[in-house]
C-alpha cells in the first residue's frame, strides 16, 4: 500500500478527480478540507483573539492497495511533506509508505 497526500483548487475539483477513479483502483480517501495553517488564539471566555488561517487549497489523502504510482491525473496535485500530517491512516506510517 501506498500513502499520498494531495492538494486541489477546491472541494469540486477533489470530488471530480475521486470520483473519476471508478472501480480499477483500489483506494480509502479522506477529505481533509481546507487545513488549519495557523491556529487561532482564544481568550479565557472562548472568544476569538486571533482568527485561524486556512489553507486555501482543499487537501485530500489517499491510500492506494496495489499500486505504485499516483493515478493519472493525480500526481499534478501531489504534495510531499516531512510530517505525518494532520491526518493518518490507523498507524500506517506516511513516511515508511508514501507515493
Keep these: 500500500m501506498k500513502i499520498g497526500k494531495y492538494e486541489f483548487d477546491s472541494l469540486e475539483q477533489a470530488n471530480s478527480k475521486i470520483n473519476g477513479l471508478g472501480e480499477e483502483h483500489k483506494h480509502t480517501i479522506v477529505r481533509l478540507g481546507n487545513i488549519v495553517l ?3 488564539e482564544y481568550d479565557e471566555d472562548g472568544n476569538v483573539t486571533k482568527e485561524p ?10 491510500m492506494w492497495i496495489g499500486i505504485n504510482k499516483h493515478p493519472y491525473g493525480w ?5 510531499e511533506i516531512e510530517s505525518e500530517g494532520v491526518h493518518g491512516f490507523a498507524g500506517v506510517s506516511y513516511q515508511e509508505n508514501k507515493m
Design 38 to 40: 495557523e491556529q487561532g
Design 75 to 79: 500526481g499534478t496535485k501531489a504534495i
Design 53 to 62: 488561517v486556512y489553507s486555501t487549497k482543499y487537501s485530500v489523502d489517499a
